[in-house]
């Protein structure tokens, strides 16, 4: 449901020794740049040709790391937005450059930057907001798979996240930067590694994932993380399982186990935490979709204890533009704390996306 590029089926195939001759400037065009200046085009004549407005729900636009030919002929709010995305691929296509071979692209780098914002309203807690801005940077030119990965300070704006958090409460609230070499290992395996800060707090984690096809449809992921953190020599592991299997060509249904341990957890005499979630992933239509989950979570230290369930029902669609989306997302909370009595709230995000989106 999150973008994170634009598809490979959205630009003209090229082969990558081929170049075209601009008839303007004389100038040979590398043909990664020549597939995004025809799209442009060819996105621009068809809008003029069926006369389609601006409101349209599949408006196109051409993502913004490429410099193309033709902005200027687009709407003035599409054309901020281009500029704005060309600004923010610029650092990281800079440094990708730096290091890259002579005839290497200078627009190799690919960048995707989302802003978002939001507002939570929970019974007894009231309203809560933020913002938060992620960045991904993929650095082509120095090596594919190399990555650079930025998060802005923030808030807990995803209560209802999918794995269990493995910062501890006190990294939250801090920006945090790291280096990501992600490789994979035959065609079912691949692993990832960050090397990071957060804060002032250096960290390393390491993400070996298996996928494996099994019976009847199901498709099986198994993921085994590994984690440091600097500021109080926190080590820990995550396991998690991932079984789904897609109901119809539009839906999914999966099933996550996961189980942490950490070095603060044993400290308080807790062996490790678990998690146990079931969703629904339902794509509605193109940049529609509605995400179901219930979730059990829980500790183990003599015994199982379960220390909360949680509810969610959240629709995601985008908002006149492909780069604009946004968010409601009703949920229940039922805590031990509060001797499991019922706590809704609701959670509504806008999202901007600058970059390589689709």
């Avoid at 601006?54 to 003035?76: S, T």
């Avoid at 070095?263 to 005499?269: N, V, Y």
């Avoid at 059990?296 to 533009?321: C, D």
Wanted: proline share 5%.
């Amino acid at each position: 449901m999150y973008n994170a590029g634009p598809p490979e089926d959205d630009v003209p195939l090229f082969d990558d020794d081929d170049a075209f001759l601009d008839p303007v400037t004389l100038d040979y065009i590398p043909s990664a740049e020549r597939a995004y200046r025809y799209r442009i085009n060819q996105i621009l004549w068809e809008r003029e040709r069926l006369g389609v407005s601006m409101l349209h729900e599949d408006y196109p636009l051409i993502p913004g790391c490429v410099p193309v030919q033709g902005v200027e002929r687009l709407p003035a709010a599409d054309r901020s937005h281009h500029l704005a995305s060309r600004g923010v691929c610029f650092p990281g296509q800079w440094i990708d450059s730096f290091f890259a071979e002579e005839d290497s692209l200078p627009y190799a780098a690919r960048t995707l930057v989302r802003a978002m914002y939001f507002s939570r309203w929970q019974e007894n807690e009231g309203y809560v907001g933020g913002t938060r801005v992620d960045g991904h940077i993929s650095l082509n030119n120095i090596s594919d798979r190399l990555s650079l990965i930025l998060r802005s300070a923030d808030k807990d704006d995803d209560l209802l996240r999918e794995r269990l958090d493995v910062e501890s409460p006190d990294d939250r609230g801090k920006a945090r930067a790291a280096v990501r070499f992600a490789t994979a290992l035959g065609r079912q395996a691949s692993s990832r590694t960050d090397v990071g800060i957060r804060g002032s707090t250096p960290f390393v984690r390491t993400r070996f994932r298996y996928n494996q096809p099994l019976i009847w449809g199901v498709h099986g992921r198994f993921n085994q993380e590994f984690y440091w953190r600097g500021n109080d020599e926190r080590r820990g592991v995550v396991s998690e399982l991932q079984m789904g299997r897609r109901l119809t060509g539009n839906t999914t249904l999966r099933a996550t186990s996961t189980i942490e341990s950490n070095t603060a957890l044993r400290a308080q005499d807790v062996l490790w935490q678990w998690s146990h979630s079931v969703s629904h992933f339902w794509r509605l239509a193109h940049r529609t979709g509605l995400h179901t989950l219930v979730r059990v979570n829980g500790k183990y230290q003599e015994q199982h204890k379960v220390q909360s369930y949680q509810y969610s029902m959240r629709f995601r669609s985008s908002l006149l533009r492909p780069w604009i989306y946004y968010e409601v997302e009703p949920f229940a909370l039922q805590k031990r704390e509060n001797n499991f009595s019922t706590s809704p709230g609701i959670m509504f995000r806008f999202e901007v996306q600058f970059g390589d989106y689709h």
